[in-house]
């Protein structure tokens, strides 16, 4: 079964220049979240889709940061323009099912690391 | 506040040494919690999922513990080996969310030959 594609892997921009990430998940998952992880921390979440929805953007920087899901398969998060905080690595993770269970368990991609300079 | 801390942040030992990292939480209501191993460059991948009434669960090398009482977790890793040398992050699950995990900052474990 393959896992869940990300690209870019490396991603390098000045600080105000626009980025889009993409991700593919394993296929039949219905959930998609977008992760933000800076260095030394745990992930943070941005959003979360279910389907093509949105289920939790709480943590999403609006003013700067998009994500969609067309047709609820890939996605892509988009950060127009970056900032020198957003040097981070975004991981996408999806999971199975359609009721976002608690105890489903989530599958990451590789991630996609990006510098800010 | 729903929150989780690791310890500690790094750990060097020596391969085929045992060690126990820690997780406490203050995640409510609770739902389950999981550890991930994350290799350098790589996503998390889940190792064990513990829910309420569990107290032990297994993984090949890896034990993990939960004492759902005071809100404590162990993962513990028998007879280390340099592909062991990852970080170890502690993600607890709130009841009732869509699947909504707070994840620990991680220990970062180096195994030396």
């Keep these: 079964e393959a896992g869940v594609a990300q690209s870019p892997r490396y991603k390098i921009i000045e600080k105000r220049?626009?980025?889009?990430?993409?991700?593919?998940?394993?296929?039949g998952h219905a959930t998609l979240y977008w992760y933000q992880q800076i260095l030394g921390q745990g992930p943070k979440l941005l959003i979360?889709?279910?389907?093509?929805?949105v289920v939790d953007d709480s943590q999403l920087p609006k003013d700067r940061f998009s994500a969609e899901r067309l047709k609820g398969v890939?996605?892509?998060?988009?950060?127009?323009?970056?900032?020198?905080?957003?040097?981070?690595?975004y991981l996408c993770a999806s999971s199975l099912g359609t009721s976002g269970r608690d105890q489903e368990t989530q599958y990451f991609g590789p991630g996609t690391r990006l510098l800010v300079l | 506040k729903n929150q989780v801390e690791q310890s500690p942040q790094s750990l060097i030992i020596l391969e085929g040494k045992n060690c126990t990292l820690q997780c406490n939480y203050?995640?409510?209501?609770?739902?389950n919690l999981r550890w991930y191993k994350q290799d350098t460059g790589r996503g998390p991948v889940s190792l064990t999922i513990m829910t309420f009434s569990e107290n032990t669960k297994s993984n090949g090398r890896y034990t993990a513990t939960?004492?759902?009482?005071?809100?404590?977790?162990s993962l513990h890793i028998t007879a280390s080996q340099l592909s062991d040398s990852a970080s170890y992050i502690?993600?607890?699950?709130?009841?009732?969310?869509?699947?909504?995990?707070?994840?620990g900052a991680g220990t970062r474990l180096a195994v030396h030959p």
């Design chain 1, 17 to 27: 220049q626009s980025v889009a990430f993409w991700c593919n998940p394993i296929s």
């Design chain 1, 48 to 53: 979360q889709f279910q389907n093509n929805g």
């Design chain 1, 74 to 89: 890939d996605s892509t998060l988009k950060i127009q323009p970056a900032k020198l905080e957003d040097s981070a690595v």
């Design chain 2, 26 to 31: 203050t995640v409510s209501p609770f739902s």
């Design chain 2, 90 to 103: 502690c993600v607890v699950s709130a009841t009732g969310g869509y699947n909504k995990l707070i994840f």
């Design chain 2, 66 to 73: 939960l004492d759902a009482d005071t809100k404590q977790s």
